[in-house]
């Protein structure tokens, strides 16, 4: 059974301390994007904890049917933030499945039904944090540039958080978002749907990349990295079969690209 959206969250006041999430995404692919989130973070005077004995939020088990595997990789992650420091995730398809689906692999123990309840309210995806809790306002020193946004269906409709991503790229005086034809729609990664149906996948990241071409923009920027991977991947692809040397679009997490375009600059608090 689909979980229903969340209701409104209260933020809190800026903290001293957070945990973060890396996800294995970022973690074998794409570290920079962890690196660069840290940053971001202690930047605002925050000290980021990392256990280092984090492993997956157990999302592609969970998607794919296996809800006793999806259970023991969660409970692995039950046991590590015990401090009640928020956890910011850095893609909100991870974070959507730490904060939706937790409470529902353990609603038949009450004990770990708690505990994960209470981690659920303590999961803030990335771009949702810098907005609403750090209230993010740093000059923009890069040059001028158009990008063109994604959101992951997860950040859309289970965290309700892809405003804040427009938001956060809002900040930089610079920067100009175009909006896609396709902005709502699936980039047909889908973690193990993309495995499971690469013919469907590849015919809706197909769409993606054409429409995201479309509108002219400099670079594809996401908050997902799978997201973000399928997306320059496909089109890497047709670069590749096409004979083309130089790459199309171009794409980046969007924690790398908000950090390398205010790393110089101290902030601008009012």
């Known amino acids: 059974m689909q979980p229903s959206p969340l209701a409104p969250r209260t933020y809190p006041p800026k903290p001293s301390d957070v945990y973060l999430f890396g996800t294995c995404l970022i973690d074998q692919f794409v570290p920079q994007a962890g690196l660069d989130a840290v940053r971001l973070?202690?930047?605002?005077?925050?000290?980021?904890?990392?256990?280092?004995q984090q492993t997956c939020c157990g999302q592609p088990a969970h998607s794919s049917g296996y809800p006793d595997e999806s259970r023991a990789v969660a409970l692995h992650q039950l046991?590590?933030?015990?401090?009640?420091?928020?956890?910011?995730v850095p893609s909100g398809s991870c974070a959507g499945m730490m904060r939706t689906?937790?409470?529902?692999?353990?609603?038949?123990?009450?004990?770990?039904?708690a505990k994960a309840v209470a981690l659920s309210e303590r999961i803030f995806e990335l771009t949702e944090f810098l907005v609403h809790v750090v209230h993010f306002q740093h000059p923009d020193?890069?040059?001028?540039?158009?990008?063109?946004?994604?959101?992951s269906c997860h950040a859309r409709r289970q965290m309700g958080v892809h405003d804040t991503s427009v938001?956060?790229?809002?900040?930089?005086?610079?920067?100009?978002?175009?909006e896609q034809a396709?902005?709502?729609?699936?980039?047909?990664?889908?973690?193990t749907f993309s495995l499971l149906h690469p013919e469907i996948s590849e015919a809706i990241v197909t769409d993606k990349v054409a429409a995201i071409k479309a509108t002219g923009a400099d670079c594809v920027v996401s908050a997902d990295c799978g997201c973000m991977l399928n997306i320059?991947?496909?089109?890497?692809?047709?670069?590749?079969?096409?004979?083309?040397?130089?790459?199309?679009?171009?794409?980046?997490?969007l924690a790398s690209f908000v950090w390398q375009r205010t790393q110089n600059t101290a902030g601008a608090k009012s």
């Open 79 to 88: 046991n590590l933030f015990s401090e009640p420091w928020p956890v910011v």
């Open 232 to 253: 320059t991947g496909r089109a890497a692809k047709q670069d590749e079969l096409a004979g083309r040397a130089e790459p199309t679009l171009r794409g980046e997490h």
């Open 182 to 191: 396709r902005i709502e729609e699936c980039c047909g990664f889908g973690g």
């Open 167 to 178: 938001a956060l790229l809002g900040t930089l005086s610079n920067v100009k978002v175009v």
């Open 101 to 113: 689906h937790y409470p529902h692999l353990f609603a038949d123990d009450p004990q770990w039904h």
């Open 141 to 151: 020193t890069g040059p001028d540039c158009t990008v063109a946004l994604h959101t």
């Open 41 to 52: 973070l202690e930047r605002e005077g925050i000290r980021v904890h990392f256990p280092d």
